[in-house]
Antibody
Framework: QVRLVESGGGVVKSGRSLRLSCAAS????????IHWVRQAPGKGLEWVAV????????YYADAVKGRFTISRDNYKKTVYLQMSSLRIDDTAVYYC??????????????WGQGTKVTVSS | SYVLTQPPSVSVAPGQTARITCGGK??????VHWFQQKPGQAPVVVVY???ARPSGIPERFSGSDSENTATLTISGVEAGDEADYYC?????????????FGGGTKLTVL
C-alpha cells in the first residue's frame, strides 16, 4: 500500500540545522510532486515546500524561504527537507504529503504520520 | 499572500447539521479541499474539488462554494465527527505557487 514515512525529527538548538527524510513506497514515486506541511503545537496546518517530480522545480513558503531546502532522490524514493538557521517558531510536526495525482494542484491525498521537530533556545 | 478565513469553532448537537465556512477572495474560482484532523492523527480529505467526496467518506459530508465563501456541511452530525476541519486551496501567481490552508475550525459535538 501507499506509504510515506518521515524521519529525522528531534530536539535542536536555535540557529542549528536538521535534515528530515520522507521514504515513499507503494506507488510510482517519480510521477508525483511531494510536499512538506507542518503543524506547530496547538496550531493549524502550514504548507512549507514542494518539489517537482524530477527535483528541478521547487517552491517555498515565505516563512522558510532562504533557510529550508527541499530535494529528492528518485533512486532511493526519498524526499528531504534540509532545515537551517532554525528558529523557535519552526517547532512543529512535519508531514510529508503526496497529491492524489501527478498534477501540481491536485488535492493532498496521502499524508505520512509526521516527525516532530523541537527547536530550543 | 492569499488568506483563507475560518471560524475558530462551531458547536452542534448530535443529529443536527454543522456548517463550516471558509472565506477567501474569488474563492469560487479555485478548487477548495477540506480536511478532517482528529487529535494525534494526520489530516484526512473529506471533500475535494469543492464538492467531491473520496471513497469511504460518508454522504453526510458535502461541500459547496460561492464567489468568496466555501462551505463544508456535515449532516446528521455524530460524536465521531468531532475534530478540527481545514479548508485548503492552491494559489498560483505569475512567479510563485503556494498551497494555502485556512486557520482551522474546531467542531464540537454537544
Amino acid at each position: 500500500q501507499v506509504r510515506l514515512v518521515e524521519s529525522g525529527g528531534g530536539v535542536v538548538k536555535s540557529g542549528r540545522s536538521l535534515r528530515l527524510s520522507c521514504a515513499a513506497s507503494g506507488f510510482n514515486f517519480d510521477d508525483y510532486v511531494i510536499h512538506w506541511v507542518r503543524q506547530a503545537p496547538g496550531k493549524g496546518l502550514e504548507w512549507v515546500a514542494v518539489v517537482s517530480q524530477d527535483g528541478s522545480v521547487y517552491y517555498y513558503a515565505d516563512a522558510v524561504k532562504g533557510r529550508f531546502t527541499i530535494s529528492r532522490d528518485n533512486y532511493k524514493k526519498t524526499v528531504y527537507l534540509q532545515m537551517s538557521s532554525l528558529r523557535i517558531d519552526d517547532t512543529a510536526v512535519y508531514y510529508c504529503v503526496r497529491p492524489i495525482s501527478s498534477s501540481w494542484n491536485d488535492v493532498l491525498d496521502m499524508w505520512g504520520q509526521g516527525t516532530k521537530v523541537t527547536v530550543s533556545s | 499572500s492569499y488568506v483563507l478565513t475560518q471560524p475558530p469553532s462551531v458547536s452542534v448537537a448530535p443529529g443536527q447539521t454543522a456548517r463550516i465556512t471558509c472565506g477567501g477572495k474569488n474563492l469560487g474560482s479555485k478548487s477548495v479541499h477540506w480536511f478532517q484532523q482528529k487529535p494525534g492523527q494526520a489530516p484526512v480529505v473529506v471533500v475535494y474539488d469543492d464538492d467531491a467526496r473520496p471513497s469511504g467518506i460518508p454522504e453526510r459530508f458535502s461541500g459547496s462554494d460561492s464567489e468568496n465563501t466555501a462551505t463544508l456541511t456535515i449532516s446528521g452530525v455524530e460524536a465521531g465527527d468531532e475534530a478540527d476541519y481545514y479548508c485548503q486551496v492552491w494559489h498560483s501567481t505569475s512567479d510563485h505557487q503556494t498551497w494555502v490552508f485556512g486557520g482551522g475550525t474546531k467542531l464540537t459535538v454537544l
